[in-house]
């Protein structure tokens, strides 16, 4: 009788052995409504290989997996790509079941799995460019530093030009299918963008280094699997243009309108502003903090020109939930943004100013002085929230060639 869990074929010599999350819906405070999963491989080489791990409480599902082709004893080598607990969760207890020759990480995941694991296992370094034989075949090793923890690195079998790229060119999508033809490329283009968007943004530069090298080095390639959701067979060509795009953040017309309210004041501000926004002919998304996820927020920023913000005042701070959409999206480090902070105030108005001092801070370009209306937004004052849009979409139109 088959085991709860099998594996799946993905090439000659390697089985996809992943946990699949369905009921995941928040990733280290990064909202994923369709869950994802946790993807380990294992290469059927002489020296039978396990890349990466997965979070622990799918140990037991990887290891079924693992049962359903081979005795997990037989493992001799494991490799760990990624030290984070999704990749390295259960590292230690399934080392202590297979009992490997080896386990190797990058110089730096040594040092995180040492962190991690409090020594409980032994790690070996393996370099950038170096090559390791699996007796029939070698994997070769690609340091990927900051892409997106300094442990990262990328492994390659050469035997079935299968590129195992850790979380990058991942997504939170937990699925039946393991392949990227077999699932819908609008959803996987929108998971995808909300994954570069919310861990990969701050590192822009390097995905655009990254893709260069991996371009350098020529390897064939047959597939690209990396540590969440589909492995790429068919279209890795196309994800890696949408790499290219994203990482130089190139302005749109595209604007992000975010805020809080809390008696609809800053709430029709922002729907004016969209308004001149649509007027000027650029498009807005608006984004109510109530409503919408900060990731759901960074997500579209990715693709936007502009992102305006408003928060009414609440005892002389900005609203809480702008308060941790700012400090969320100021650690991605967008660039290219335009934008302006807009919203109500009773009697001192320190919110606006905030918002204003933090999309500063951004380097987001302010396209003009802070919006700020007392109690409820007159006519006047909504034309001038009309105005904005208008100056921003006009200030957008210039930027986009
Ligand atoms: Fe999927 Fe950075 O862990």
Redo the contacts with the bound molecule.
Sequence with gaps: MPGPFQATRVSEHVYWVGGIDWSSRDFHGYSTPRGTTYNAYLILADTVTLVDTVKAQYRDELMYRIASVIDPTEISLIVSN?A?Q??SGSLVPVARIVKPDRIVASPMGVKALARHTHGAVEVDTVRDGETLSLGNMDLSFVETRML??PDSMFSYLGADEILFTQ?AFGMHLASSERFDDELDPVILESEAAKYFAN?LLPYSKLIGKLLERVGQLNLPLKMVAP??GPIWRTRFDWIAGLYDKWWRQEPTLKAVVTYDTMWQSTDLLARSIAGGLTAGGASPKLHQLRASHRSDVAADMLQSGALVVGSPTINNQMFPTVADLLSYVNGLKPTNLIGAAFGSYGWSGEGVKMVNDTLREMKVELISEPLRVQFVPDAEELARAWALGEAIAAELKTRVA
Excluded: L
Aim: glycine share 0%; aromatic share 10%; proline share 0%.
């Design positions: 990624h984070e999704d990749h997106h923890w979380d861990i540590d969440h």
